[in-house]
């Protein structure tokens, strides 16, 4: 399971276009990653649309943000549609990207157990190194705090003079 400080792996996910997306080839930026659990339910859609509304002052402080779930690119491109989201998502369809960050976990509802995508989000910066991780998220507030903690990294990035 990565954590602070861990390098970005080396993984692909699926672009609703029908295109790869290797994680390595965005670093050199700050990267949001955020894991919901599924397209088009009610926690996931407040979510990504929070991202959503924060894309602009995210690329303000040089951050991309990247919406991370399982599903298929047709699901992904009716989410987007449906819910006006502007965040890029991606298809996780392996597994290999949440197991990698250790979102792919066992749940259980209604005392029935089965495999599912905790809601998680990590702070990537531009070497490649997560910077922050929250697991367990709770949906309000919580894009406000990941772009508080954006804004702090990219204070931490800026050259000194000397």
């Known amino acids: 399971m990565l954590d602070i400080d861990d390098r970005l792996p080396d993984l692909s996910l699926e672009t609703p276009d029908g295109g790869m997306l290797r994680l390595a080839d965005m670093v050199g930026n700050t990267l949001v990653l955020f894991f919901y659990p599924k397209d088009d339910t009610s926690g996931c859609t407040v979510e990504a649309q ?7 002052a995210f690329e303000m402080e040089g951050a991309h943000v990247l919406g991370i779930s399982k599903g298929t690119s047709k699901g992904k491109n009716k989410f987007i549609e449906k819910a006006g989201l502007t965040v890029p998502l991606a298809t996780d369809a ?3 990207v949440c197991a990698a960050f250790g979102t792919w976990v066992e749940k259980s509802m209604y005392g029935r157990k089965y495999m599912g995508i905790d809601r998680a989000t990590f702070l990537v910066d531009g070497a490649g190194r997560i910077a922050h991780v929250w697991r367990k998220v709770k949906v309000p507030g919580h894009a406000e705090e990941v772009l508080e903690a954006a804004r702090a990294l990219k204070g931490k990035s800026e050259p000194h003079a000397g």
Do not use: Q, V
């Not at 929070?50 to 602009?56: N, S, V, Y």
């Open 50 to 56: 929070d991202f959503t509304r924060l894309k602009a």
């Open 94 to 96: 392996d597994e290999s």
